[in-house]
């Protein structure tokens, strides 16, 4: 594959897919985040109020293992902590990729949570 074929014809959309494709952690990236009127573009957007979650494509079987072992880590901080007689706070799990799978579990979670409170005279308001 060349990319200068692809440019010089005009093939935009595969371009920009390709691009898209390339790992979060990669020298375009990297001119990207460093070049002065992107990044006052950047911080011109505003804030979205979702919170931050990995992609799943960059979600492998690595990514998986070491958050598992983030958490592990932070339970024995906890358990630490207890010992020692201090009151341990609660630790916010590392987040993983969210998927639409996820959020029509959710929603047919929520759904049978406001039917089985509708059975006992609460609505969809009460939950």
């Known amino acids: 594959m060349d990319l200068a074929e692809w440019y010089a014809a005009g093939r935009w959309v595969a371009l920009l897919d390709y691009i898209d494709g390339l790992p979060s952690a990669c020298r375009l990236n990297e001119a990207i985040v460093n070049d002065p009127e992107t990044?006052?573009?950047i911080a011109a957007q505003p804030k979205s109020d979702r919170e931050w979650a990995p992609s799943f494509a960059e979600f492998d079987l690595t990514a998986h293992l070491l958050r598992e072992i983030l958490h592990a880590v932070k339970g024995l901080k906890q358990v630490s902590l207890a010992a020692a007689g201090g009151k341990p706070g609660e630790e916010k799990p590392f987040p993983a990729p969210?998927?639409?799978i996820d959020r029509a579990i959710a929603e047919l979670d929520?759904?049978?949570?406001?039917?089985?409170a509708g059975q006992f005279g609460f609505d969809a308001a009460d939950i």
């Open 39 to 41: 990044a006052a573009i």
């Open 98 to 100: 969210r998927t639409e």
């Open 110 to 116: 929520r759904q049978w949570a406001e039917a089985f």
